[in-house]
């Protein structure tokens, strides 16, 4: 047991659910529940579900689920531990010592500590003679000392071992450097190496100020031009951005999406505290739906090159998905951000801020980027323009909005407005008829299991995996059935091994006096309460009664007893079999 019932129990009872959630997302009653967007994926329309009479929660859009503590432990990037301290500390009490395995929230502590050391390693060897190459790169870029202390900025040194060596003098130990990935192991297994060398380093901090990653840019032709850390047990990439602790502060409700940290610490330079950057790799929809806490619209500011552009293509929908309003910047001569501020010379920020003011929403964008596809000197390439804008405005969700861009089009193109919105509203409805079937789909893949990675028995043995389920949200609902159920059924009726896990669980707690679901978030692994959360969930609303209780267990009894090869079984033996399987079908 991770900690005492009574103080979990106490933890919870001082940190309602839909109160802390609130402070990441807005929320809505819908019955007895409250409903929003999800704030661990991007979406439009709310699927994150709290359900009030348990303080639980659950996504019907990416699945995630469980209680407040999984909640803050995905939200705060904590594991269990720093989770439950966050939220005492939160309620003012405090967490019994002693209590937990504390090996992997001590590993983190260390790479926090590893990462900060590092840190100062790499900027006192910036502004020491060692660090000249650096020093010299970052001047040539115009960066003022006050910005490069600001964020931190760095110099790996060429030795193999410089900050290896710096460290393990400071008292930490080999695995440790290996695990916050500031060390590699040698290839011939003995010692570890630097993994920085040579490099400019970019320190990433993240919304406490803790430094959790880093990106180091070479100074010559080698390739990769820029290095990043590896996930860790304190970062992963895809869910983190470079200077969101800066831009969270801006007084902003606009962030600057830019394509790399030099883009970013020179806007910043220039007065534009709102930029942030992905951290090496194409946006993700969880940055998406990170951005969407602290902003309601973003500007791309993308370079203008090739590369650029299919950056700014894949990030629009992810965006526009995470609810976010969009606008694309487009800066003159092709510059990138950094270029276009340093050639206008004092008049730089000025300059910015007005390309930043004149910039068109995404739409127009790429109704401009459509253009350039074809000849609107011709009939028929006003057409093809004008049909492939129709499919463009059609998905549009908001209605006013895609009135705008319908008078648009007419206007310019002298055509009669009701043709097409016609043409759009075909589109809509094939869009529509689109989405309801993948829906399904969805839907079937869920009930069939087919989709279920952690579950591999749910497909194979479907109709008992599907009473056992039921059996198990009923038990939880209605603790003292127990009896009844134990009565009529073992967990060695259970076909489906995590199904008969989850009753082994839920009865021993019921026998104890314990409330069910107090610890689940310390009991089992993410997928396992996602997956029992998809199960719990499905019959939330539901009026389960004794009568289908019985049922429950009678399909259960069938079930346990169908034999494993029926290949061996006489033909009155399987006359039998599926009529018995056919009498306890609802």
């Not at 996602?530 to 719990?536: D, E, G, T, V």
Request: aromatic share 10%; with cysteine.
């Amino acid at each position: 047991m991770a900690f005492p019932e009574s103080f979990i129990y106490e933890l919870k009872s001082r940190n309602s659910l839909t109160e802390v959630a609130s402070s990441y997302i807005s929320l809505k009653r819908r019955g007895r529940n409250m409903v929003g967007l999800c704030p661990f994926h991007g979406e439009k329309t709310p699927s994150f579900n709290i359900y009030t009479e348990n303080d639980s929660f659950y996504c019907f859009g990416c699945g995630a689920s469980g209680d407040v503590i999984s909640f803050i432990m995905r939200a705060e990037n904590l594991d269990y531990l720093d989770a439950v301290r966050f939220l005492a500390q939160r309620a003012g009490i405090d967490v019994p010592e002693n209590s937990y395995d504390k090996s992997m929230s001590d590993l983190r502590k260390r790479i926090y500590e590893a990462n900060r050391e590092a840190a100062r390693f790499f900027y006192k060897t910036l502004v020491s003679p060692s660090g000249k190459a650096g020093m010299d790169y970052l001047q040539r870029r115009m960066l003022s000392g006050a910005t490069i202390r600001h964020f931190g900025l760095g110099y790996a040194p060429e030795g193999w071992t410089s900050l290896s060596d710096y460290l393990t003098d400071k008292g930490f130990r080999q695995k440790e450097l290996i695990a916050a990935n500031l060390s590699v192991q040698r290839r011939s297994g003995k010692g570890i190496i630097d993994r920085f060398r040579g490099r400019v380093m970019f320190p990433i901090i993240d919304l406490r100020g803790n430094v959790i990653a880093f990106g180091g840019r070479i100074l010559t032709d080698e390739k990769p031009k820029y290095l990043n850390s590896s996930d860790t047990p304190v970062f992963k990439k895809s869910e983190n951005l470079f200077s969101l602790n800066n831009a969270k502060n801006a007084g902003s409700r606009t962030l600057l999406l830019c394509e790399g940290y030099m883009d970013v610490i020179s806007v910043n330079q220039a007065g534009f505290h709102n930029a942030v950057a992905s951290l090496g790799t194409a946006l993700t929809s969880e940055q998406a739906s990170l951005m969407k806490r602290y902003a309601d619209e973003i500007v791309i500011c993308y370079d203008a090159d090739e590369a650029g552009q299919k950056a700014t293509a894949r990030a629009i929908p992810l965006l526009r998905n995470a609810g976010l309003g969009v606008r694309v910047l487009t800066i003159p001569n092709g510059k990138d951000p950094d270029e276009f501020i340093k050639s206008k010379g004092a008049d730089g920020p000025a300059a910015f801020a007005a390309i930043i003011e004149a910039s068109g929403n995404d739409v127009d964008y790429r109704l401009q980027k459509l253009r350039a596809d074809f000849n609107l000197n011709t009939s028929e390439g006003k057409v093809g323009y004008l049909e492939a804008a129709a499919g463009l405005i059609a998905e549009i969700e908001s209605p006013i909005e895609r009135d705008i861009f319908l008078s648009k089009l007419s206007k310019e193109f002298e055509i009669d407005k009701n043709a097409l919105n016609l043409q759009i509203e075909q589109l809509s409805r094939r869009r529509q008829r689109e989405n309801k079937r993948r829906e399904m789909n969805k839907i079937r893949a869920e009930l069939s299991g087919s989709d279920d990675k952690i579950d591999k028995e749910h497909q194979t043995k479907l109709r008992s995996t599907v009473a056992e389920e039921s059996l198990i949200a009923y038990l939880v609902r209605n603790p003292d059935a127990l009896s009844y159920v134990r009565s009529r059924i073992s967990s060695d009726n259970f076909q489906n091994a995590m199904m008969r896990r989850f009753f082994d669980y839920f009865s021993q707690r019921i026998d104890e006096g314990l409330e069910p679901m107090n610890n689940l978030t310390a009991d089992f692994t993410d997928d396992e309460r996602n997956r029992f959360f998809r199960l719990f969930t499905r019959t939330e609303g539901i009026a389960q009664t004794p009568q289908e209780l019985r049922q429950y267990i009678e399909v259960i009894q069938a079930e346990s007893n169908r034999p494993a090869d029926t290949s061996a079984m006489s033909p009155e033996d399987i006359t039998n079999f599926f009529a018995t399987i056919k009498k306890h079908k609802k």
